[in-house]
């Protein structure tokens, strides 16, 4: 009996891994993309000269 609960909840854990594995690449590629949406850098140039 053990055996089997085992053999049960171990194929359950092999078959969510994916998902997480999924889930996981798709937030980091989100994070990513809003990370570049946030990259001003090409604004520095108005942004030293407004200061002066």
């Known amino acids: 009996m053990n ?4 053999i049960v909840v ?3 854990v092999l078959g ?3 998902v997480f594995v999924a ?4 937030l980091e590629q989100m994070r990513r ?5 946030l990259d001003h850098h090409h604004y520095w140039p108005h942004w030293s000269n407004a200061r002066h």
């Open 10 to 12: 171990g194929s359950f």
């Open 23 to 26: 889930t996981h690449y798709y």
């Open 3 to 6: 055996e089997a609960v085992a």
């Open 33 to 37: 993309k809003r990370l570049r949406q």
């Open 16 to 18: 969510m891994a994916p």
